[in-house]
């Protein structure tokens, strides 16, 4: 499957600061890019979706200004959470994928948020 | 709107034994359906997916799931299961819209093996 790598894994950072969370496909060009926030023993929530060069979509109930998304390249987005909240504290999980809806989605590792 | 369900949050098995984890899906049209695998403080790993053709779909490490349109599901299964198959098991539905669009997931049921 592909790879997809996010960085950092895990960060702890007090309330009030900015924290930016990058997820790279490594082996493919991804012309979407899905971003999840998963709750303990709770499904994924998708939170906005993205493609390349446009601006991302956001899921019902999603702050775009407190949840920045950037899709700048094909293997590259970014989710920038704004003035951390303790209630923000939750697994970042993103998805590359290609515009076939049939292809399978890769995600990357997560990023375990933490806010103090 | 697509929907998914899981009806268990908790599946215990003996290993060696088969193993079933359930999913029923809603949507309008036709769907594709795919599991994914969890494992502590990681993401989601690609196991299956039902696009077209043989309602029975083998995945990775043994898994297979088959799809039943009347009854709208799609359960995972396995003959034999490992103790290091206890994860989090995720269905999940996209509708056919010739797009990339979203994955709707279920709530996940846990799988415990135990020798």
């Keep these: 499957g592909a790879v997809v790598s996010q960085h950092p894994s895990r960060v702890i950072c007090k309330s009030g600061t900015s924290v930016k969370i990058e997820c790279r496909s490594l082996d493919f060009q991804a012309t979407t890019m899905f971003w999840y926030r998963q709750f303990p023993k709770k499904s994924l929530m998708l939170m906005a979706t993205s493609n ?19 899709h700048a390249s094909l293997t590259l987005s970014t989710l920038t959470v704004t003035s951390a909240h303790p209630e923000d504290s939750s697994f970042y999980i993103c998805s590359p994928a290609v515009r076939l809806a049939d292809n399978e989605q890769f995600f990357g590792p997560g990023t375990r948020l933490t806010v103090l | 709107a697509q929907s998914v369900a899981q009806p268990e949050d908790q599946v215990n098995v003996a290993e060696g034994n088969p193993l079933t984890v359930k999913c ?23 196991l299956l997916k039902y696009i077209t053709g043989d309602n029975l779909v083998k995945g990775s490490y043994g898994f297979e799931a088959e799809f ?7 359960h995972l299964k396995k003959p034999s299961a490992l103790v290091s198959d206890s994860a989090l098991y995720f269905c999940a539905v996209r509708e056919d819209t010739g797009t990339a669009s ?14």
């Design chain 2, 68 to 74: 039943n349109k009347s009854q709208t599901s799609f």
């Design chain 1, 52 to 70: 390349e060069g446009s601006k991302a979509t956001y899921e019902q109930g999603v702050e775009k200004d407190k949840f920045l998304i950037n």
């Design chain 2, 102 to 115: 979203k994955l709707t997931f279920g709530t996940g049921t846990r799988l415990q093996v135990t020798l």
């Design chain 2, 24 to 46: 029923t899906y809603s949507v309008s049209g036709n769907p594709y359906l795919f599991w994914y695998v969890q494992y502590p403080n990681r993401g989601l790993q690609f």
